[in-house]
DNA sequence: TATTTTTTCGACTTTTGGTCGATTTTTTTA
DNA sequence: TAAAAAAATCGACCAAAAGTCGAAAAAATA
């Protein structure tokens, strides 16, 4: 029992690897066993199909976001400080953005959308509670903060896809931010400088 | 060279017509010729590639779309009236919509965010000017008028692929568009209407 | 040790996107 | 109009890749 799940995360490190790497449509399954040298059956011991795989990458790399988000959450930092910790955590990795650049972008459409779907799915309630407490401390004014959380965790997501974001992007993105959650102008400017601080083009 | 383009349109609605309703993924070339009672080698004379029907495909989407863009666009309407009437129609069709839902929300994913990714492309330029003249009549009030529309139209994107949206999205996403382009409260709510008013749940 | 369960193997099948040379149809030209 | 050229069609074939399956090896259990 043991042996067995040590293997399913040691295949699932090495197709999240190449899928990230290559794309997951340009992925074998004959490349990831020739990579972990196993044989095909093992593989499909351990998954169902391919895309059950690519569910599974996507979980990992979900937990994980989660997790980094979590212990933000339950740190003693500023309400504002929290949530863009948060949001910026969200941000794709720097080797995956730089990996992600020699791929041509519509490479890795399917991936990329799932695990955006999932991470709105599993950051919105998070977000949320941050913005509730910002709310009752009056840095936020808001009703229906919840879709408003989702609506702005969609917006970065789409930001940070294109890799590429302008200063008159994240000029713009930060002004939604504010206007939406009902901040005062000029409170969440500060996100600008975490945002284009962390940019490497 | 009159022949050859009808077939390449027949074909390409056929095309269209399966792709939305099994899917990009789940259509085969071989079922589109069977549909079209041709062989393999003619459909390949016409395309190089079943990527590049998609792409085709999406490019007779957004034409129309952008057309009938354009239209609203020339038209002598109250600038308020153009924008949304222009956002409603990029609207997926009501029979995409209900047969996108027989299907897995996921089964169609890469044709979806190609078809969403050109649409973003082709259509800020056209809503950018519709703002532009709003700002010039004192309606709307911005900067970086091209970042704001682009943002908004990845919004509206995103509240209509769900499908789904609750009247409590629609409230959201229009208290964002009079924030972001500097409207004054109140005077995009008749958007809500129109949205929820051609809602079929 | 005998038996059952878990894990591994790899040949095989099926599906599917794509190729190619031959053939027919249409258009151009001499 | 006949010959030549170009456009369009055909379908057998190919290669890649996902997925299957029964048998065998390894590990756990009785």
Redesign the interface.
């Known amino acids: 029992m043991k042996k067995g799940e040590r293997r399913k995360q040691e295949l699932l490190k090495i197709a999240y690897r190449m899928f990230i790497e290559k794309g997951y449509e340009n992925t074998s399954i004959d490349e990831i066993i020739a990579e972990a040298g196993i044989a095909k059956g093992t593989y499909y011991y351990y998954f169902e199909s391919k895309e059950a795989t690519l569910e599974a990458v996507i979980d990992m790399m979900i937990e994980e976001e989660v997790g980094k988000a979590k212990e933000v959450l339950a740190a003693s930092l500023p309400v504002s400080m929290k949530l863009v910790s948060v949001i910026c955590s969200f941000r794709p990795a720097q080797d995956e953005q730089v990996i992600a650049k020699v791929l041509d972008a519509?490479e890795n459409?399917?991936m990329h959308?799932?695990a955006n779907r999932r991470l709105v799915e599993e950051a919105v309630p998070l977000l949320t509670e941050i913005v509730r407490e910002g709310i009752s401390q009056g840095i936020f004014d808001c009703t229906?903060t919840e879709?408003?959380v989702k609506?702005l965790l969609?917006?970065s997501q789409?930001m940070f896809d294109d890799g590429v974001f302008?200063e008159?992007?994240v000029?713009?993105?930060v002004?939604?931010v504010e206007?939406?959650l009902g901040a005062k102008s000029g409170t969440m400017s500060f996100i600008a400088e975490l945002i284009t601080g962390g940019q490497n083009d």
């Open positions: 519509n459409i399917v959308e799932k229906n879709e408003r609506m969609i917006l789409h302008t008159r992007d000029e713009v993105y002004d939604m206007k939406t």
